[in-house]
Structures are given as structure tokens and as C-alpha cells.
């Protein structure tokens, strides 16, 4: 998936700054610079995310108390959502550095990404390895 949100940033970009720069009257309140920023800044903060639950995930799965695992769980969305909120404060009180349009659209890349993964294992079920062990668990 980070592969994924990493083309996403990509074609964002392009597409963004294709746009604002050929139709300035449409998009006259976005500037290229914050827009970049702010979409840069966006599918890092999906990435880190990304990673903070994967590892969250996997060492939930690791924990043998059921109450531990879901207070743990539960910390680290506290913690990934204050994480959010702190990069979306940043975000408008520096307007002139990091784009709210594009944060907002690099927040969104990573929703995007997990729905184009699961579409790629839809169609390709056979060509995903899972984990050593995570089926046993399930």
C-alpha cells in the first residue's frame, strides 16, 4: 500500500498542479507550492500512519490478555488521530506553507490505496502471500 499511496502522490501532483496552473481562474484560491506541500505532506502522514498500524496490528495480534490488546488498540488510534489533528492544525495556521486542499486530498490517498489493495487481492487472490502464522491466529 505504500507503493499505492506513493503513485497516488504522484498522479495528485501532477494532476493538481496541471490544473492550477492552465485553469487559474477555477482554482485561483491554491497555489502550487502549498498545494505540493500540503499534498506531500498529507501521503507522508497516510505512510507513517500506514505504519503505525500495521505495527499496532501486528503486535495486538501477538498480545494473550483480550483487555491489554483492546486498550493498546485503542491508544494507538487515540494517538494516530491526535497526529492527524496536529498536522491539520499546522495545516491552517500556515496556509502559505501547506496547502489545505492538498492535505486534505493526501489524507484521503490513504482510504484510496486500501481500496485499490483490496481490489488487487480481489482479483488476484492467488498472487498475495500471507503472513507466516497469521492464518492460524484467525
Given at each position: 500500500?505504500?507503493?499505492?499511496?506513493?503513485?497516488?502522490?504522484?498522479l495528485?501532483?501532477?494532476?493538481?498542479?496541471?490544473?492550477?496552473?492552465?485553469?487559474?481562474?477555477?482554482?485561483?484560491f491554491?497555489?502550487?507550492?502549498?498545494?505540493?506541500v500540503?499534498?506531500?505532506?498529507?501521503?507522508?502522514?497516510?505512510?507513517?500512519?500506514?505504519?503505525f498500524?500495521?505495527?499496532?496490528?501486528a503486535?495486538?495480534?501477538?498480545?494473550?490478555?483480550?483487555?491489554?490488546?483492546?486498550?493498546?488498540?485503542?491508544?494507538?488510534?487515540?494517538?494516530?488521530?491526535?497526529?492527524?489533528?496536529?498536522?491539520?492544525?499546522?495545516?491552517?495556521?500556515?496556509?502559505?506553507?501547506?496547502?489545505?486542499?492538498?492535505?486534505?486530498?493526501?489524507?484521503?490517498?490513504?482510504?484510496?490505496?486500501?481500496?485499490?489493495?483490496?481490489?488487487?487481492?480481489?482479483?488476484?487472490?492467488?498472487?498475495?502471500?500471507?503472513?507466516?502464522?497469521?492464518?492460524?491466529?484467525?
Open positions: 500500500m505504500l507503493v499505492i499511496i506513493s503513485i497516488l502522490f504522484l495528485f501532483c501532477a494532476a493538481g498542479l496541471l490544473i492550477i496552473i492552465n485553469v487559474p481562474f477555477i482554482y485561483d491554491v497555489k502550487p507550492l502549498p498545494y505540493s500540503g499534498l506531500f505532506t498529507g501521503c507522508l502522514l497516510s505512510a507513517v500512519k500506514l505504519v498500524i500495521h505495527s499496532s496490528l503486535r495486538v495480534m501477538d498480545m494473550e490478555d483480550d483487555g491489554k490488546a483492546k486498550s493498546y488498540a485503542s491508544l494507538q488510534a487515540i494517538l494516530r488521530l491526535f497526529g492527524t489533528m496536529a498536522v491539520m492544525l499546522s495545516a491552517v495556521l500556515f496556509p502559505e506553507i501547506i496547502g489545505v486542499f492538498g492535505l486534505v486530498i493526501g489524507l484521503v490517498s490513504l482510504r484510496l490505496a486500501a481500496y485499490i489493495a483490496g481490489r488487487m487481492i480481489n482479483r488476484h487472490p492467488d498472487s498475495f502471500i500471507e503472513d507466516e502464522g497469521v492464518g492460524e491466529r484467525l
